[in-house]
């Protein structure tokens, strides 16, 4: 089964090849190809976490005031959920699904090592490559450092625009929170040596995650404006 998703991925990465003539816009591609794909389960995942946030609030009340009986403290807690309409698993569909995606490319680059060690891609495989090897790949295949502090920042932004707790506290932490795993999978990606190829898909699906989320902050921001609009004109017109 796996063998059959690999080859399946491959198939479609050389179709495109086929199209572009680089191996390097062709992981590009298919990163937007996937993006579409979960187009729908990472919008939810935004928006489960947009919700969550907004009763967070509520929720802390809930906590300080059932801290010494648990029962009643999950019963509310779930009372909370179902009144706002909110599912608190409902962020975490997207990463399940994009990191057995991540693990079958990796296993693709694996399988094909021979064909990403002759392809090339902008700064990749340059002579700048093999003037400075500590930075940069000779290859699709080999680990380009420079690339990876790009994808570290790509990471540390797509952090930035899921933190959407109203406390503040609560944002520092996220904020902490979010630099924390961005040094940590940079420092482990980079101990791991991994492919150039990889991060490049990774890179752009981050990028394009970024993009979605500030399209749905915007979406939504009209629809506050109009609500806290009509809310000021009720509350004049309740005081003339």
Same mark, same amino acid.
């Given at each position: 089964m796996i063998e059959f998703f690999s080859t399946l991925i491959m198939n479609l990465i050389n179709f495109l090849v086929a199209i572009t003539g680089s191996y390097g816009w062709a992981l590009v591609i298919l990163a937007v190809l996937i993006k579409i794909i979960l187009y729908g389960p990472t919008k939810q995942q935004f928006e489960s976490m947009k919700n969550m946030s907004k009763i967070q609030p509520q929720a802390q009340k809930i906590q300080e005031l059932y801290k010494d009986n648990p029962q009643? #403290?999950?019963e509310e807690t779930m009372k909370l959920y179902k009144e706002n309409n909110v599912n608190p698993m409902g962020g975490c569909l997207p990463m399940f699904i994009q990191l057995p995606i991540l693990w079958l490319i990796w296993r693709v680059i694996m399988n094909y090592q021979n064909v990403f060690e002759r392809s090339y891609f902008l700064w990749i495989g340059t002579p700048l =490559? %093999?003037?400075?090897?500590? &930075?940069? =790949?000779?290859s699709l295949a080999g680990q380009d450092v420079f690339l990876l502090f790009i994808y570290g920042f790509s990471m540390y932004l797509t952090q930035k625009t899921t933190t959407v707790a109203s406390d503040p506290k609560m944002a520092a932490q996220q904020n902490s929170m979010g630099l924390f795993m961005t040094v940590f999978f940079t420092w482990m990606m980079f101990q791991w040596k991994?492919?150039? =190829? /990889? *991060? *490049? %898909? &990774?890179l752009v699906f981050n /990028? #394009?995650? *970024?993009? @979605? @989320?500030v399209m749905i902050m915007n979406d939504n921001k009209p629809k506050q404006q109009k =609500?806290?609009?009509?809310?000021k004109i009720k509350a004049k017109g309740q005081t003339a």
């Open positions: 009643k #403290l999950q =490559a %093999y003037k400075h090897p500590d &930075w940069f =790949a000779k991994m492919p150039c =190829a /990889l *991060i *490049i %898909y &990774w /990028l #394009l995650s *970024i993009v @979605q @989320q =609500a806290e609009t009509e809310t």
